[in-house]
């Protein structure tokens, strides 16, 4: 009776030997969706780190010294601009002294508005405020600022402040309807000041600043009510926004658009920053906002912008175009440390063209994304970057061949490198098949591998007999 041969053990049949020609043709499997997600944040996270270390390269070495060269930057005109502004917050009594200020040389504020937090407890009353906003009205406008001159000195009065920002009755009929009307509503319908009175009690004192009326006070003591809503006409951080169009008048036709809170501090110090034209056309604040601005933005741009936009372009070509064509198959090194590969949708090799087209384009996206953000504002960049990765994500996970915009526009997959046999393209795929013709099938290979081991196991016993 012919021996029973036993099948394999499977460790053989496992060993790398006996499965060399019996892989499957293009298999190709997926890679699992948790596994490229890491990996492509593992990718990120390299290029991100590897980005930053280029713009710092790019900004200090490269862009601000050719900035520099070519006037772009003129760090004098920025000083300037800058203590400039320091000297009129300083004098225009709106402004506290910033506790941690240490010198010019120092990148904080030199002054700070009454409500940061570093100075806001000194301000708790309202006559803090009145004292500094009738000040700038009184003392700065007319004396102490650099575009002070005799047509303010006539303008802003202490009658000025009275009927302007406390909201007194113009009792002297200097102002006209239009003028008087055009005070924000917070101010015009203010019943809290009054008029000083002389001797007799009866006559208005308009070259004097006002004081709280009767209805505030109690047994000559100012109520505890009053004190509250007095301070809150001054300052109040739960204030409604509103808005103010401001005129210039050394810019035709120009016009600014003011915010503030309905409070008085607000108020002064959003038309301070730009300061409202007088009739003598002077906008003196406005000017040298604009031109402090143009100085930040041109130093931005060459010490900020310009690395950024470099460093972007040179990290992604670096990392998702020239290695994943260097390691062949797409692959970054977030796939090749999870074990993924680039394929086109038929399973065949990637091709070159195909890995620029899967690069370049978010490349381009994010170039065009980043420039708009530039003209408009990069908050606009940060939202459709934001935009894109959740429509990409989704699109991998909710679709149903999982797949990345970029990979959808390409043609091409993700698939698990480990698990998957893949080919150049179709020629090369019939020209494998056509050697394993020649070659012993899966059965006759399988049946000499088992005689094979049986009777090398035989000779093995026959040996130790002897």
Same mark, same amino acid.
């Given at each position: 009776? %012919?021996?029973?041969?036993?099948?394999?053990?499977?460790?053989?049949?496992?060993?790398?030997?006996?499965?060399?020609?019996?892989?499957?043709?293009?298999?190709?499997?997926?890679?699992?969706?948790?596994?490229?997600?890491?990996?492509?944040? @593992?990718?990120?996270?390299?290029?991100?780190?590897?980005? /930053?270390?280029?713009?710092?390269?790019?900004?200090?070495?490269?862009?601000?010294?050719?900035?520099?060269?070519?006037?772009?930057?003129?760090?004098?005109?920025?000083? *300037?601009?800058?203590?400039?502004?320091?000297?009129?917050?300083?004098?225009?009594?709106?402004?506290? #002294?910033?506790?941690?200020?240490?010198?010019?040389?120092?990148?904080?504020?030199?002054? @700070?508005?009454?409500?940061?937090?570093?100075?806001? %407890?000194?301000?708790?009353?309202?006559?803090?405020?009145?004292?500094?906003?009738?000040?700038?009205?009184?003392?700065?406008?007319?004396? +102490?600022?650099?575009?002070?001159?005799?047509?303010?000195?006539?303008?802003?009065?202490?009658?000025?402040?009275?009927?302007?920002?406390?909201?007194?009755?113009?009792?002297?009929?200097?102002?006209?309807?239009?003028?008087?009307?055009?005070?924000?509503?917070?101010?015009?319908?203010?019943?809290?000041?009054?008029?000083?009175?002389?001797?007799?009690?009866?006559?208005?004192?308009?070259? %004097?600043?006002?004081?709280?009326?009767?209805?505030?006070?109690?047994?000559?003591?100012?109520?505890?009510?009053?004190?509250?809503? #007095?301070?809150?006409?001054?300052?109040?951080? *739960?204030?409604?926004?509103?808005?103010?169009?401001?005129?210039?008048?050394?810019?035709?036709?120009?016009?600014?658009?003011?915010?503030?809170?309905?409070?008085?501090?607000?108020?002064?110090?959003?038309?301070?920053?730009?300061?409202?034209?007088?009739?003598?056309?002077?906008?003196? &604040?406005?000017?040298?906002?604009?031109?402090?601005?143009?100085?930040?933005?041109?130093?931005?741009?060459?010490? /900020?912008?310009?690395?950024?936009?470099?460093?972007?372009?040179?990290?992604?070509?670096?990392?998702?175009?020239?290695?994943?064509?260097?390691?062949?198959?797409?692959?970054? #090194?977030?796939?090749? &440390?999870?074990?993924?590969?680039?394929?086109?949708?038929?399973?065949?090799?990637?091709?070159?063209?195909? &890995?620029?087209?899967?690069?370049?384009?978010?490349?381009?996206?994010?170039?065009?994304?980043?420039?708009?953000?530039?003209?408009?504002?990069?908050?606009?960049?940060?939202?459709?970057?934001?935009?894109?990765?959740?429509?990409?994500?989704?699109?991998?996970?909710?679709?149903?061949?999982?797949?990345?915009?970029?990979?959808?526009?390409?043609?091409?997959?993700?698939? +698990?490198?480990?698990?998957?046999?893949?080919?150049?393209?179709?020629?090369?795929?019939?020209?494998?098949?056509?050697? #394993?013709?020649?070659?012993?099938?899966?059965?006759?290979?399988? %049946?000499?591998?088992?005689?094979?081991?049986?009777?090398?196991?035989?000779?093995?016993?026959?040996?130790?007999?002897?």
């Amino acid at each position: 009776m %012919e021996q029973e041969i036993k099948p394999l053990p499977n460790e053989i049949k496992n060993s790398d030997d006996y499965k060399s020609n019996y892989k499957k043709i293009r298999n190709i499997n997926e890679k699992t969706i948790g596994y490229r997600m890491v990996a492509a944040i @593992v990718d990120f996270a390299i290029a991100l780190f590897t980005g /930053v270390l280029i713009g710092i390269f790019a900004s200090y070495v490269i862009f601000a010294p050719i900035g520099k060269a070519t006037g772009a930057i003129n760090e004098e005109a920025l000083k *300037s601009y800058s203590l400039t502004m320091m000297d009129e917050e300083g004098k225009s009594h709106l402004f506290a #002294l910033n506790p941690s200020y240490t010198g010019e040389s120092d990148s904080a504020n030199k002054y @700070v508005a009454f409500t940061d937090e570093s100075v806001s %407890e000194s301000y708790t009353t309202y006559d803090k405020y009145l004292d500094a906003t009738s000040k700038y009205y009184t003392e700065y406008l007319t004396t +102490d600022a650099s575009f002070a001159n005799d047509l303010n000195k006539n303008k802003y009065t202490k009658y000025y402040y009275n009927v302007f920002i406390l909201g007194l009755q113009d009792g002297q009929g200097i102002y006209s309807p239009e003028d008087l009307d055009a005070r924000p509503t917070f101010i015009k319908e203010n019943t809290l000041f009054s008029y000083k009175l002389d001797g007799d009690g009866q006559t208005p004192i308009y070259d %004097e600043i006002g004081v709280p009326s009767k209805e505030c006070y109690y047994n000559d003591t100012l109520t505890t009510e009053a004190s509250t809503k #007095l301070f809150a006409y001054f300052y109040s951080s *739960s204030a409604s926004t509103l808005n103010k169009t401001i005129s210039l008048a050394s810019h035709e036709n120009a016009k600014v658009e003011v915010s503030y809170t309905s409070c008085v501090y607000s108020y002064v110090l959003n038309c301070h920053f730009p300061y409202e034209s007088d009739s003598s056309g002077n906008d003196f &604040m406005y000017n040298l906002i604009v031109n402090y601005m143009a100085e930040v933005d041109k130093t931005n741009t060459w010490q /900020v912008t310009y690395p950024a936009l470099a460093s972007i372009i040179i990290t992604w070509i670096i990392f998702y175009l020239i290695i994943p064509l260097a390691l062949k198959n797409g692959k970054t #090194l977030g796939k090749l &440390m999870f074990k993924a590969a680039v394929v086109n949708n038929l399973g065949y090799q990637v091709t070159p063209w195909q &890995m620029c087209l899967r690069s370049l384009f978010p490349l381009v996206f994010i170039i065009a994304s980043y420039l708009l953000g530039m003209i408009t504002s990069m908050f606009l960049f940060y939202v459709l970057m934001l935009v894109v990765v959740i429509v990409s994500y989704s699109t991998t996970v909710f679709t149903k061949k999982h797949k990345a915009i970029h990979d959808y526009i390409a043609g091409t997959m993700v698939i +698990d490198s480990e698990k998957s046999t893949w080919f150049k393209n179709a020629q090369e795929e019939e020209a494998y098949q056509a050697e #394993l013709a020649k070659v012993e099938s899966s059965d006759e290979r399988e %049946e000499r591998l088992t005689r094979e081991y049986h009777d090398a196991i035989e000779a093995k016993k026959g040996s130790s007999e002897k």
